[in-house]
């Protein structure tokens, strides 16, 4: 049974820091690229920043520069270090798993408000 367990989500001021964690399991993680994603209220989700089971990133430009992905192949886990955040940060942000098959975790509320 697969599955990905989102954590690290909650309300943070404008400028501050939070640090997303995803729990895997059931995959054989080392092949997997894991991604975030993000998705607002009446938007679309969209890839935030993907890593490849040897460590290349890539990043989306709304996040260049402030958030950072990575991972430890093993423990089986994906983070996302976020810095400088902003209101428009505002989201649900998931965790995806990716190789022959395409994973979801349920998500975690990031909020970004004074």
């Known amino acids: 049974q697969v599955q990905l367990v989102e954590s690290g989500g909650g309300l943070v001021q404008p400028g501050g820091s939070l640090r997303l964690s995803c729990t895997t399991s059931?995959?054989?993680?080392?092949?997997?690229?894991m991604a975030w994603f993000r998705q607002a209220p009446g938007k679309q989700r969209d890839v935030l920043a993907t890593i490849t089971g040897s460590g290349l990133t890539t990043y989306a430009d709304s996040v260049k520069g402030r958030f950072t992905i990575s991972r430890d192949n093993a423990k089986k886990m994906v983070y996302l270090q976020m810095n400088n955040l902003k209101s428009e940060d505002t989201a649900v942000y998931y965790c995806?798993?990716?190789?022959?098959?395409?994973?979801w975790g349920q998500g975690t509320q990031v909020t970004v408000s004074s």
């Open positions: 059931g995959i054989a993680f080392s092949f997997y690229t």
């Open positions: 995806n798993a990716h190789y022959t098959s395409n994973y």
